[in-house]
Structure formats: structure tokens, C-alpha cells
């Protein structure tokens, strides 16, 4: 075979469609490249992260729910620490209690007179707590308090902490009852039955405040039933020192604020993770603006406070932060009082990474969101390889304890005994394109038909539904002791724990129940039920995502 000869006419051609094939190329890669550039749209937050997509979209918990979608909290995914739990009250501990008491001869026995009923005798509390077991499977029992007298000779009141079985949380919920109390053939304690919910008003705890004459004595009162272990204050730096010796994280407010719950929570833990990555404390702005999504106007509305939603309590016990109202107060006493002013960076591009930041001497680090969306969304700078290096700090997010203490209201006031459907429609069922069967597969016919199936006649049955009309489930009180979240609203009424500490949080104006607080609680209670329904796999053949998504 000849070899080829670059200069034949030959050689030269085929040379030069090489060249020509390869300058194409490159010309074509060009322009795909700034196509992409110029149409780039940051990943969803929640399918960025295979994951944070595996933990937060397994519908296990009811926390945050976009539409029908289910995700969690830190205080679902994160064991306790060892040491913090405190051991649960079971028969084993009842009977050793009991045996440690017969020793003391505190516990007396025979029949000496079962015309009374002594409250404070150990034999008392010993009957509730056994009742109790039997009675209330679902919950873990930690605490009670000595029993006291109720309205009737016969009754007893008495006060006890818990947490659900299928909370990993270790935090503690309240709940006092009135029991009426009687006496077994052999004359020991029997509870012949038991009131609703909180219904123990005399076990409450009482508090101590100055009376209305001014005159420096203290009376006790009862409050109505409030929660003394929530502490949400905000911390204060103290000391000029102190604030000098510090450093910071301060973001900015960017493109972030009146996105969705989600799109925040992921941003601010980007923030929150930067900032422990950095070992720096996170200058953190209360202040939120909750999505048009979840309002009644139908319009974004600021003014929200992070602790309507979330555990502050919590998050300042676990993260290093500061509020942003008392670091500028700082700030500026500094500046105001000292020649020397404090040394700030200011980083105005995401695309300075946290890595190039991790030596930076400034006490304040301050990053500027000024650009156009989406180059100013704070999850920016979590993007890329800063990804390897900030860890996201879940576990510091919890759900606010007020509206947790409504979940456990409600699920008390079924006696934690309840089935639960989950029905979605709102504006996916008017949707007939991508959801065309959901409609009538979620009519109250179609939903009798369904649940007649798989709940049992005459159950507890609590709806957690996006559906606005009240009514609309009527055809299933036939079947079921319906019970919807309309049900409750005394328990964010103006009378309410809920409604008198989120007023005094806001500054003495009230607070809105909106939307998202509504998700929050509906879905929180529908994870508690011992049978749970769901809308789609459930009730409809309709994909959760639309048609052909399944």
C-alpha cells in the first residue's frame, strides 16, 4: 500500500478535513457550553443530594410537607446522646418501686377504711401507672407527679411527662388527668375509669407571681396549661469584650427570603454548616417571610418569626449563633466606643469558597447576596467542592415544641388510639391533565368505599387534608368518629397556651395559625395513627407526581 505523502493533493485534502472535523467540534462544544451557561438554573435543593433526598422524602415521619410530599426533621433522624434519655416507667420499674416502698413500710395494705380516698398514698399512683400501661400503648410514660385530690372524694388528679413511641426525639410532652378511683376485693386501688385529655386541672403545676395589690406577696395561680420547659429567649453576647473576642458569620438576606419552607430550611443550614466548618458563630436573623403558598392573602408575608416554626431552644444549644439585632447592637457599641474598628471581610460572590475563608483573621465574615437570582440564593455557596467540606447540620432543626404540644393535644384527645387517611386535592385534583382520576378517587363515596377496606367501623378516624370545605367528609361520620384539625382550633384559639405565647413572642400582637403551621400539625397527627391511609398507592391509581411518573 502507498504511503500517504502530506504533500500529495491526496494527503492535503484529508488533512484538512481533519482539521475542519476537529475546528467543529470545538465550535460546537463552545456554543453547547454557553447555552448551558446562560440557561443555568441551580438544582432543586431537595434532589441535589442523593442523601438528604433518601432521608427526607421516605415518608416515615409527617414534619414539612410540599403539597403531599413528607419530609423530616433533625430530631427525627438524630439519636439521643447517651445519657440524656430518661428511663421509661414500665411494670418492671413499678414492681421494684413497689418492693422498695413495702421495705420502708410506706405502702400499707389491708382493708382500713375504703370509704376514702387517699390521693397521696403510693398505692394511688401505683393503680394509674398500671392503668395507664394497659391503656395508653402508644406513648412512653418518664414521669409522674404525686397524685392530688380531684372535685370528687372518689377522684384523683395526677400529672405525668411522656414522649410518643415512635418519636426519636427524647423530648418530653405533658399531659393530667382527672381518675376516678375505687377499690378491688381485696381492697387495694382500682381506677374505675379515666377523663380526656388535660382534664386533671388540679395536678397542673402552679406558678408563683406578685398579686395585683402591689404589696410584695406572692400567690400561687394556675395558669392555663403552659409549657415551663420551652425557653426561646434570645441570647445575649454580654460584654464588649466578648463580642471583640468572637468571630462571625454574617449572610445577608439574598434571594432566599419568601421562597418556600424547604428552599430556607436547606439554605440557612448551608449557612449554619459554613459557619461550624468556619468556627465561627452564625449571625442569624429571626425574621422570616413565609411563602404566598401558605397565606391567607395569597401573597408572601414578612414578619414571621423562626420561632412559630422551629425549636430555638434547641438550636442555640446545639449551634453557636447569635441573633442579628443584638450583633448589630454590639457592632456598633464597639465602633462607637473604640478607635479601632472591627475587622470585617466582606465576600460579595458565592464563588468564594468556604476553604478560601478558613483562614481569614476578620471577626466579622461578611457575605453579600447582591446579584440576580439564582447567583443569589445561599446554597450557593454549599455547591461544587465546598459540598465536600460543609456538612449540613440537620440535627440542630427541630420542630417548634408549641406546635408539637397541638399534635399531642389532638392525638391525647383520641386517647392516642386513632386511624388516619391522608387526602390530597386542592389544586392537584382540578388538575385533570396530570391527575386525572384523583378527583373522584377522593370523593367522600370513593373514600368510604376505600377505607371501609382497611379501617375497622366506628374507629377514631382523623383526615389530614388539604380539602377547604368542612363538610365535605360528612358521608364518613356514618362509619367513623370523624375527627378533622377545624376540630381543635381552641387549641390556637385566643384563649389558648399557643395563642397567649406566640402573642407575647410577636411583640403583643397575635399570630396568624397559617398555612404551613397547618401542614405541620395535620401531618404530625396523621403519623400517629396506628393505621395510616394515603392519597396516592392509597385511594387513587393517580402517580404522586403526575401522569407517567409513577
Known amino acids: 500500500m502507498k504511503e500517504l505523502n502530506p504533500t500529495d493533493p491526496i494527503g492535503q485534502n484529508v488533512i484538512k478535513l481533519i482539521s475542519n472535523v476537529c475546528f467543529s467540534v470545538f465550535v460546537f462544544s463552545v456554543l453547547i457550553f454557553s447555552v448551558i451557561a446562560i440557561t443555568y438554573q441551580p438544582p432543586d435543593p431537595w434532589e441535589s443530594s442523593r442523601a438528604l433526598t433518601k432521608v427526607f422524602t421516605d415518608v416515615e415521619n409527617a414534619t414539612f410537607q410540599t403539597d403531599s410530599s413528607v419530609l423530616k426533621t433533625g430530631e427525627d433522624i438524630v439519636a439521643a446522646p447517651v445519657g440524656s434519655v430518661v428511663a421509661p416507667i414500665t411494670e418492671s420499674t413499678i414492681e421494684k418501686s413497689e418492693e422498695e416502698l413495702i421495705k420502708n413500710g410506706t405502702l400499707k395494705s389491708g382493708c382500713v377504711d375504703v370509704s376514702v380516698v387517699n390521693c397521696s398514698d403510693p398505692r394511688v399512683l401505683i393503680a394509674i401507672q398500671r392503668f395507664n400501661l394497659r391503656t395508653f400503648k402508644a406513648i412512653v410514660f418518664l414521669e409522674y407527679q404525686t397524685p392530688v385530690n380531684g372535685s370528687k372524694p372518689d377522684e384523683c388528679d395526677v400529672s405525668w411527662r411522656y414522649r410518643n413511641r415512635k418519636d426519636k426525639s427524647w423530648r418530653r410532652y405533658r399531659d393530667f388527668r382527672r381518675f376516678k378511683i375505687g377499690f378491688k376485693?381485696?381492697?387495694?386501688?382500682?381506677?374505675?375509669?379515666?377523663?380526656?385529655?388535660?382534664?386533671?386541672?388540679?395536678?397542673?403545676?402552679?406558678?408563683?407571681?406578685v398579686n395585683a395589690t402591689g404589696n410584695g406577696q406572692r400567690a400561687k395561680i394556675a395558669p392555663p396549661v403552659g409549657d415551663d420547659e420551652i425557653n426561646d429567649t434570645i441570647p445575649v453576647l454580654g460584654s464588649d469584650s466578648a463580642f471583640r473576642k468572637g468571630k462571625y458569620l454574617y449572610y445577608s438576606r439574598g434571594g432566599d427570603y419568601c421562597k418556600g419552607m424547604n428552599h430556607f430550611l436547606w439554605s440557612f443550614l448551608c449557612g449554619l454548616g459554613e459557619a461550624q466548618y468556619l468556627n465561627r458563630t452564625f449571625v442569624m436573623d429571626l425574621s422570616m417571610c413565609l411563602a404566598s403558598t401558605y397565606t391567607k392573602s395569597n401573597k408572601d408575608e414578612e414578619g414571621k418569626d423562626f420561632r412559630f416554626y422551629f425549636d430555638f431552644e434547641h438550636l442555640k444549644e446545639v449551634a453557636s449563633i447569635v441573633e442579628e439585632g443584638e450583633f448589630h447592637r454590639d457592632w456598633r457599641k464597639w465602633n462607637k466606643s473604640h478607635k479601632k474598628k472591627v475587622p470585617v471581610r466582606k465576600v460579595e460572590s458565592h464563588k468564594v469558597t468556604p476553604m478560601e475563608l478558613s483562614k481569614d483573621k476578620s471577626v466579622v465574615i461578611w457575605r453579600q447576596f447582591n446579584g440576580p437570582e439564582p447567583e443569589n440564593y445561599w446554597y450557593r455557596v454549599c455547591e461544587g467542592e465546598a459540598a465536600k467540606y460543609i456538612n449540613r447540620p440537620w440535627q440542630a432543626v427541630w420542630k417548634s415544641k408549641r406546635l408539637m404540644n397541638i399534635v399531642s393535644a389532638i392525638s391525647g384527645s383520641m386517647d392516642w388510639d386513632f386511624d388516619a387517611v391522608h387526602v390530597v386535592r386542592g389544586q392537584k385534583a382540578k388538575n385533570k391533565q396530570l391527575w386525572p382520576n384523583l378527583d373522584a378517587d377522593t370523593s367522600p363515596e370513593a373514600i368510604v368505599a376505600k377505607l371501609q377496606g382497611a379501617i375497622a367501623p366506628w374507629r377514631n378516624l382523623y383526615i389530614a387534608t388539604n380539602e377547604p370545605f368542612y363538610n365535605y367528609f360528612d358521608k364518613l361520620r356514618s362509619h367513623y368518629k370523624v375527627h378533622l384539625l377545624d376540630d381543635y382550633q381552641y387549641l390556637w384559639?385566643?384563649?389558648?397556651?399557643?395563642?397567649?405565647?406566640?402573642?407575647?413572642?410577636?411583640?403583643?400582637?397575635?399570630?396568624?395559625?397559617?398555612?404551613?403551621?397547618?401542614?405541620?400539625?395535620?401531618?404530625?397527627?396523621?403519623?400517629?395513627?396506628?393505621k395510616r391511609v394515603e392519597t396516592f398507592h392509597d385511594l387513587t391509581k393517580d402517580c404522586k407526581g403526575g401522569i407517567n411518573t409513577c
Not at 497 to 502: G, Q, V
Not at 508 to 523: A, K, L
Request: glycine fraction near 10%; charged fraction near 30%.
Open 493 to 530: 384559639g385566643n384563649t389558648s397556651e399557643w395563642y397567649n405565647e406566640t402573642t407575647q413572642l410577636n411583640g403583643g400582637s397575635p399570630v396568624e395559625f397559617d398555612g404551613y403551621m397547618r401542614v405541620e400539625v395535620d401531618t404530625e397527627v396523621l403519623y400517629r395513627a396506628k
Open 185 to 209: 376485693d381485696d381492697c387495694s386501688y382500682k381506677v374505675v375509669r379515666t377523663g380526656r385529655w388535660h382534664s386533671g386541672v388540679n395536678a397542673r403545676r402552679f406558678r408563683s407571681r
